[in-house]
């Protein structure tokens, strides 16, 4: 088929690849612009724009979809199919009607869960057993439309958001493939109006770590916002980034250090810190921190105006 791809950061980056790899025609690769990065504030081409130009394909990055020229210019290609996986901006209607067979979204979701922004973390953070990829036709609505194909997984106990998004990235990759070679044959199922919830963007001010809320909780956020942008702490005064944890058995003052390996005390229960970062190194094991920086058992994480210091 003749396919538009539309799609910004990592995640979307197997999907292309696998579109690539199963001999369909990729008229034109839309990504958002580069953005300034690092410590010159640079403009950096996203992981998709890069992909792209080395697969030898055409990128566009329209700054918006909106202007007339921008969507004629999308129309011209011809496209039979457009792909769209996290691309970054809204479509609209003139874009949606513009391929002949439509636009198609990989949703990172069981949906109507999580519909939105952040449904890898948002799911982690609910404490979903369970979630997957949709392949949905997509229409004017936020996440609201037919769905094509879907595939669950399991959450595993211990996961991060960084290692859901990897492993959901794949089968988005592979469901996307199978939707285009049946899509004569699908049949569009409309999403039920029960069990509709939103995946909000996740917001920096989250990311704080409360001791005082129960260890199930605080594992979660923890897990859900490794490794962007981090749930943190402070440890002696210093900024921390949390990136991996576990739910242990354990009592204390929340915030207190239980033992000479990380074990912290909740508002009930503990986590074990499995992962961390200190500000400007890189992320490190437990074990490895620690021989760098002993935190002693009774030391207390949160810092002034933490609720638990």
């Known amino acids: 088929m003749r396919v538009i791809f539309m799609g910004t950061p990592d995640f979307s980056v197997p999907v292309l690849d696998a579109l690539v790899a199963a001999g369909h025609d990729i008229a034109a690769v839309y990504c958002q612009p580069p953005r300034p990065a690092g410590r010159g504030k640079k403009e950096r081409p996203s992981p998709v724009h890069k992909r792209a130009e080395a697969l030898g394909l055409t990128v566009r990055h329209p700054v918006s979809l909106k202007p007339v020229e921008v969507q004629a210019e999308l129309a ?25 067979r439509g636009c198609l979204n990989i949703h990172a979701s069981l949906l109507p869960r999580w519909r939105g922004a952040a449904p890898i973390q948002r799911a982690i953070m609910a404490g979903d057993r369970e979630t997957g990829v949709c392949i949905m036709q997509m229409e004017a609505g936020l996440d609201t439309g037919p769905v094509l194909l879907c595939r ?4 595993g106990a211990e996961e991060t958001a960084g290692e859901l998004h990897d492993r959901l990235s794949v ?20 999403q039920p109006e029960e069990g509709v919830t939103y995946a909000a963007k996740i917001d920096k001010s989250e990311a704080r770590v409360d ?4 260890a199930v909780e605080v594992d979660r956020l923890i897990r859900a916002l490794s490794p962007f942008p981090g749930a943190w702490t402070e440890i002696a005064g210093e900024r921390v980034k949390l990136l991996g944890s576990r739910q242990e058995p354990g009592e204390g003052v929340p915030g207190e ?10 508002g009930s229960g503990a986590v074990r810190i499995t992962r961390l970062q200190r500000a400007g ?12 920086w002993p ?10 105006g933490c609720p638990c210091s």
């Open 295 to 304: 935190v002693a058992r009774g030391a207390r994480l949160g810092g002034e």
């Open 257 to 266: 250090v239980l033992d000479d390996r990380l074990k912290v005390a909740c």
């Open 76 to 100: 011209a290609l011809g496209a039979d199919v457009a792909v769209v996986v996290a691309y970054g901006l809204i479509l609209p209607q003139a874009v949606l009607d513009a391929p002949e």
């Open 211 to 214: 001791w005082t809320r129960p």
């Open 281 to 292: 190194r890189g992320a490190q094991e437990a074990a490895a921190f620690l021989r760098g």
């Open 152 to 155: 669950s997984t399991p959450i």
């Open 171 to 190: 089968m988005g990759a592979e469901l996307i493939v199978e939707a285009l070679a049946r899509l004569d044959r699908l049949t569009p199922r409309p």
